[in-house]
């Protein structure tokens, strides 16, 4: 049940970051944050904490969570 609340929680962090202006997302990369937006990245995530883990990692499970 934890870890089902853990992939929600991923996905919806992850669909709030490709839907907000000026972040791209990539499978691979996550977010793929340069230096030059570590400012943006941070203030984001101080109101988005879930999405932290995703600054330049991508989700494994993100093409299943799609198809759900």
């Known amino acids: 049940m934890i870890y089902t609340l853990q992939l929600k ?3 919806s962090a ?3 970051i490709k839907n907000t202006s000026g ?3 990539s499978d691979e ?3 793929g944050i ?3 937006n570590d400012d943006v990245w941070d203030r984001y995530v101080k109101r988005h904490p ?3 883990a995703f600054k330049n ?3 494994k499970h993100l093409c299943a969570m799609e198809q759900m």
């Open 9 to 11: 929680s991923a996905y």
């Open 14 to 16: 992850i669909m709030d």
């Open 23 to 25: 972040f791209t997302w």
């Open 29 to 31: 990369y996550g977010a």
């Open 34 to 36: 340069v230096i030059k």
């Open 50 to 52: 879930a999405a932290k």
């Open 57 to 59: 990692k991508g989700f």
